[in-house]
Nanobody, 119 residues
C-alpha cells in the first residue's frame, strides 16, 4: 500500500503562484510514475502532469509552460510548481502514484488539496 499526502493548496489571485507537495509513504524510486490530476466542480478528473522514474515529464497544453513537476527522491516527495495561475485552474488537485505490480499498473491517490484562483 502507498499513502500519499498532499499539501500547499489555497487561495491565490490570478497571475499568482502556488507549489503543491505530495509526500509518499514509500521510496518513490520504486514508483513507476507519479503525477497530479485535478477535478473542478461538475467536470471529470483530468491530467495535470506526470513524471516517471527516469525523470520524463508530461503536460497537457492547458498547463504547459506554466506548471512544472519535479521530484525529490531523498524526501520521497513530488512537487507541482504552478505559475501564472488562472481562474480556470481552480480545482481539487490529487496526487497519483502508479506502481507496476506483477506487470499490472495499480493507482494510488491522495486525499486532494483545494486550489482556488480568484480575485
Amino acid at each position: 500500500q502507498v499513502q500519499l499526502v498532499e499539501s500547499g493548496g489555497g487561495l491565490v489571485q490570478p497571475g499568482g503562484s502556488l507549489r503543491l507537495s505530495c509526500a509518499a509513504s514509500i521510496n518513490i524510486r520504486s514508483i513507476y510514475a507519479m503525477g497530479w490530476y485535478r477535478q473542478a466542480p461538475g467536470k471529470q478528473r483530468e491530467l495535470v502532469s506526470t513524471i516517471t522514474t527516469d525523470g520524463s515529464t508530461n503536460y497537457p497544453d492547458s498547463v504547459k509552460g506554466r506548471f512544472t513537476i519535479s521530484r525529490d527522491n531523498a524526501k520521497n516527495t513530488v512537487y507541482l510548481q504552478m505559475n501564472s495561475l488562472k481562474p480556470e485552474d481552480t480545482a481539487v488537485y490529487y496526487c497519483n502514484a502508479r506502481l507496476k505490480v506483477l506487470a499490472v499498473l495499480v493507482d494510488y491517490w491522495g486525499q486532494g488539496t483545494q486550489v482556488t484562483v480568484s480575485s
